[in-house]
């Protein structure tokens, strides 16, 4: 499979920077402040593993005018330097009197008024990267200019994906998809569980991942417990439901789903509750088409693997995914979004198979105007055998 071309052409940064500044003459706004990784990424391009260390602070202004600005620390400014960004201005960090505040505040004093708004993301699943003490400097030095709600602005963007970002998911899927396959070779009963997710780790890289920084799964007799669990050493064992949930990345983007595998024969409770899941993620994805909700998506998978119509303690059958293993929106009953052609979603539905096990399946689609397309080789409903 051909992968790809690594990165985006400046033209995509600049489309994205001139739509996020229409928005903000809209909502009133004379810049954005970008302090976290997916949103310094989005606009400009930079990617690096460092933000790893949570050191340095990295700083990029989105002026409503113009092309964004970094402040960044002088580590970075080669890398940045082979963005499409133009103005670096850096200062050697971990600086312990001063780390970048002061010349974070040059900067946006030289491109906002003094009753600018300088949005800040603030809603869920976001935050503000820089230490407390540094944030009310900021605030106390830019006034009379205030810092405000970025009105949502950067997640609404980054809702719908271009087809560049789609086909960066796709090859990512492609890769789980290729070592999801070749499980049954080299993992069996009698593995330690700690073993099974190294090896599918270094399956993941030998298929052609950048990395692999989520990985979780579960092993138990006829279900397990949960998915969120680190691996113990307890070895598989005949009558296991093994699930492994990898969000491998390439090239900055995420695929994000599972598969389950039953070590031996599984039982007709095994079989039955994997092929409701199946048939829920069909479900969803056929009804997943423009005009659409994201409740109506929960609704339509609820009802295939919960027909009592309660809802499950995992909440959320699915969310958003890109340049982040999660992103918006959750597919939740009170979430009414309205799907869009480029959005990216997981379907994640779960089953109660009794004795406190559950199972889960995930999928990831696109939507497009004709209904939703499938980025991962949807899983048929019978298990998988190992």
């Known amino acids: 499979m051909t992968s790809p071309i690594r990165g985006f052409p400046a033209s995509e940064f600049r489309g994205r920077t001139r739509a996020a500044q229409n928005l903000m003459v809209k909502h009133g706004l004379s810049a954005l402040l970008l302090t976290t990784e997916p949103e310094i990424r989005y606009y400009t391009g930079f990617l690096t593993r460092f933000w790893e260390s949570p050191t340095r602070p990295w700083f990029v202004i989105v002026p409503v005018s113009g092309d964004p600005i970094a402040v960044i620390p002088s580590i970075g400014a080669h890398l940045m330097g082979q963005s499409w960004i133009t103005d670096i201005r850096t200062w050697a960090a971990p600086d312990y009197t001063d780390d970048g505040i002061g010349l974070l505040l040059e900067a946006l004093h030289e491109v906002t008024p003094k ?50 970002e789609i086909e960066k998911i796709r090859h990512a899927a492609a890769i789980a998809t290729r070592a999801f396959d070749r499980v049954p070779q080299g993992i069996g009963a009698g593995m330690p569980l700690s073993h099974v997710f190294r090896r599918f780790q270094m399956l993941c890289l030998e298929e052609g991942a950048d990395w692999v920084p989520y990985l979780a799964g579960a092993a138990d007799h006829s279900g397990y417990a949960d998915v969120i669990s680190p691996a113990t050493d307890a070895p598989l064992a005949q009558g296991d439901v093994l699930m492994l949930d990898t969000g491998l990345v390439w090239d900055g983007y995420f695929c994000d789903f599972d ?52 809802i499950m303690e995992a909440g959320r059958l699915g969310h958003g995914l890109g ?55 949807p899983q048929s409903p019978d298990i998988r055998v190992i």
Do not use: C, Y
């Open 115 to 164: 009753a600018g708004q300088i949005g800040i993301a603030d809603q869920m699943e976001s935050h503000v990267h820089m230490p407390l003490a540094d944030l009310r400097r900021l605030e106390t030095g830019l006034s009379p200019r205030r810092l405000v709600s970025d009105a949502a602005i950067t997640r609404q963007m980054r809702l719908v994906k271009s087809e560049a």
């Open 259 to 310: 598969r389950n595998f039953s070590v031996g024969p599984p039982t007709e409770t095994v079989k039955t509750g994997h092929s409701r899941l199946v048939e829920a993620t069909q479900t969803a994805a056929e009804m997943a088409r423009p005009g659409a909700t994201i409740a109506d998506l929960f609704h339509a998978m609820n009802v295939v693997v919960n027909p009592s119509g309660t």
């Open 323 to 377: 340049m982040q293993l999660t992103e918006w929106p959750s597919i939740i009953p009170q979430d009414h979004t309205v799907l869009m052609a480029g959005m990216v979603l997981t379907l994640e539905p779960s089953v109660d198979v009794g004795a406190g096990k559950i199972l889960v399946h995930e999928e990831n689609i696109v939507i497009r105007d004709s209904g939703a397309e499938f980025l991962s080789h």
